[in-house]
């Protein structure tokens, strides 16, 4: 197991690298001029010339590559255009709003993946196995944008029950319960393709256990169902759902962007949107890279806990 | 196909029997398909979504009311049921059921090419790296696990980011993300065909590489293929649609219904048909693609359904 370990954290470094030349030739791919696109159209000759000259914008590539990569690994993240802003305190302050609507978002999609996954596959070819999984498949197949405009349009414009748009009403920044009520509609929106997707996983899993010869054993045992099922066999079958989760996490922090337009939710995905249309390059490259990053990372973390939960995989 | 290779391989049979051979093979393989497709109701019901809306897409010069950019200032943002606009008109009064057909044919034609630009390349990857294996392995399987570190979506809108916003920029952006699922597909049964007897023989024949390659792997990894571009033109159509609808895609005036709908958006309280319909129609899409897809799924390996 160690050696896998090993294996899966040198593998990093490869990764990583492939993640920042690909940022890194975000701006350079562009077409136009780096220099005039970071001072804008009315920039004179000199002030471009003197702009090349301090970002050695006129010396190799790769020797450009590597000044970038060292400012980024100093913490310099250069700044922003548009908000004349450092990008690095930026990004990480709008990455908090993300996260917290991904987090709710997976939690949410995990409880209602793995109830209705069981359910389905405990009661398999029941009435309440085709609905669940029918509803699974609608799930799966409505777009984010939509069904948030759904959500919005019945329960904040028909119901007025909950808020449209923003993480906090004006004045009350800070409010938990503000925060709670205006995280709902959101992340039940982001949370719905992850739950259909978790949903299937956890039923064919389970549809898999339940006929494995230990559970047939505790059956003959005259164990009751619920502890059949509870207590032996979701434990397993929980294993491979617990990689989809993991992989629903990176998928949501990226899709959350969807959601994040659709309600005005000040998140990372928002601020990379807008950057984009107002060609803010380091902006973009900032939040590009920490949500890449952060999905590597999360992606290691995944596979080092399947490991721990089934030893098997590392030896394979 | 040329005689002489033909010859040259057909020795065993007379050149006749060889192409009967083959005949029997391409009809035993797809009639119990389609009759196995024909069962699932589900995929026939995809199946007829996807020729209904293909067909509008294609007849929409003929089958569209108006023109899908015609303004009418009079009568704008009138609701579904507005006699002589069946599903009523946007801010602009422009009538909605003809840029919703509008949208479908930009919609489902960026879906399809994107998924054939991704599979043309993703196919020729994977052949390439499962087939010569080494150093070609390595090198094109390393790439695409880079690609892979990043979640689609985010892939999608660096590569917008780069070559800026616009419809065919964000058709190529996700073209380019799916190539590594196709390829990924391709060699691994490449890698499980290439030691099987009848490639053996191939070589054993002094078949050329391109020739194995692309006459007796490609057709076998064909049908694994074909389902997940099935499956993979709805996920293409609402990817571009969302592309524009975060404004990275086609951009206004264009009837495209990610575009539609950002813009149905600001009237939701008047006019909410503006952001819902335009919503449905990729949703329908998007479902149709997956039903279709899982039953051709089912359909080519039956034992699967198990």
Same mark, same amino acid.
């Given at each position: 197991?160690?050696?896998?370990i ?15 030349v ?9 077409? &136009? ?36 990569? &060292? ?7 250069g700044?922003?255009?548009q908000?004349?802003?450092?990008v690095l ?6 990455f ?5 609507l991904?987090?709710?978002s ?5 409880v ?33 944008f ?9 329960f ?58 230990y ?15 509870y207590?032996?066999a ?7 759902v ?39 390059f ?17 992606n ?17 | ?21 083959r ?6 393989m797809w ?5 196995r497709? @024909?069962?699932d ?15 509008l897409?294609v ?14 200032l ?16 946007d801010?602009? %009064? ?7 057909? @509008? %949208?479908?044919?930009? +919609?489902?034609?960026?879906?399809? /090419? ?6 043309? /390349? ?16 390595? #090198?094109?399987?390393? #790439?695409?696990?880079?690609?892979m ?16 916003? *616009? ?16 390829a990924?597909?391709?060699r691994?049964?490449v ?22 390659m ?6 076998n #990894?064909? +049908?694994s ?16 649609? *969302?592309?524009?609808?975060? *404004?990275? *895609? ?11 709908? +950002?813009n149905?958006?600001? /009237?939701?309280? #008047?006019?909410?048909?503006? +952001? ?28 699967l359904?198990?």
């Open positions: 197991m160690f050696r896998y090993v294996k899966r954290l040198l593998w990093l470094i490869p990764v990583l690298l492939g993640v920042t690909l940022v890194f030739s975000i701006m350079h791919l562009s077409p &136009g001029d780096p220099a005039k696109i970071l001072l804008g159209p009315k920039a004179t000759q000199e002030a471009l010339e003197q702009l090349r000259e301090e970002l050695g914008l006129n010396r190799p590539l790769y020797i450009q590559y590597f000044t970038w990569l &060292g400012n980024i690994l100093t913490g310099d993240w700044r922003s255009l908000l004349k802003r450092e305190p930026l990004v990480l302050d709008r908090k709003a993300t996260a917290i991904t987090m709710t997976i939690i949410i999609a995990t209602i993946g793995v109830i209705s996954g069981t359910v389905s596959a405990t009661k398999q070819y029941s009435w309440l196995d085709r609905l669940g999984m029918l509803i699974s498949l609608v799930g799966f197949c409505l777009p984010v939509w069904l948030g405009i759904l959500l919005q349009l019945f904040g414009l028909k119901l007025e029950w909950l808020p449209m748009t923003g993480m906090y009403s004006p004045g009350s920044e800070g409010n938990f319960t503000d925060l709670l009520l205006h995280l709902i509609l959101p992340s039940l929106t982001l949370a719905a393709g992850a739950a259909a997707v978790i949903a299937r996983m956890t039923r064919s899993s389970m549809l898999e256990v339940i006929r494995k010869d559970i047939r054993t505790a059956k003959a045992k005259g164990l009751s169902q619920s502890v059949i099922i207590r032996h979701l434990k397993n079958a929980l294993i491979p617990v990689t989809v989760v993991g992989m629903q996490v990176g998928f949501l922090l990226a899709g959350a962007v969807l959601a994040e337009m659709v309600f005005s939710w000040p998140g990372i995905g928002l601020l990379m949107v807008n950057g984009i249309l107002a060609r803010d380091p902006l973009v490259q900032g939040s590009i890279l920490l949500v890449a990053t952060s999905y590597v990372f999360v290691l973390l995944v596979d080092l806990l399947y490991v721990l939960l089934d030893p098997q995989i590392a030896y394979d | 196909m040329e005689p002489e290779r033909e010859q040259a391989t057909g020795k065993v049979l007379p050149r006749g029997r060889a192409w009967s051979e005949e029997e093979k391409t009809e035993g009639c119990p398909v389609l009759r497709l @024909w069962k109701k589900f995929a026939v019901l995809g199946a007829g979504i996807i020729v209904v809306i293909i067909g897409a007849l929409a010069p003929v089958v569209s009311p108006y023109d899908p950019n015609q303004v009418d009079l009568n704008r943002l009138k609701p579904p049921g507005t006699e002589g606009h069946l599903l009523g008109t801010q602009l %009064g422009r009538d909605v059921l003809s840029r919703l057909i @509008w %949208g479908g044919r930009v +919609s489902v034609a960026v879906g399809v /090419f994107a998924v054939l630009i991704a599979m043309f /390349f993703g196919v020729f990857l994977g052949l390439i790296a499962g087939y010569f294996g080494g150093a070609f392995d390595i #090198v094109i399987m390393r #790439v695409i696990d880079v690609l570190a990043f979640p689609y979506v985010l892939l999608a809108i660096a590569i917008i980011a780069a070559f800026g916003p *616009g419809l065919v920029n964000a058709m190529i952006a996700i073209s380019i993300i799916g190539i590594p699922y196709y990924r597909i391709v691994g049964s890698l499980s065909l290439r030691e099987k007897e009848f490639i053996q023989a191939q070589h054993a024949l002094g078949s050329s590489n391109w020739r194995i692309f006459r007796h792997l490609l057709p #990894v064909f +049908s293929v074909i389902v997940a571009a099935t499956l993979d033109v709805g996920w293409m159509i609402m990817a571009a649609a *969302g592309m524009s609808f975060l *404004g990275l *895609g086609a951009q206004p005036p264009t009837a495209e219904w990610g575009v539609m709908l +950002s149905g958006r600001q /009237f939701i309280r #008047v006019a909410p048909h503006l +952001s819902l319909l335009p919503g449905l129609a990729i949703f329908l899409v998007v479902l149709a693609f997956n039903l279709l897809g899982d039953g051709l799924r089912d359909a080519l390996d039956p034992h359904k198990e």
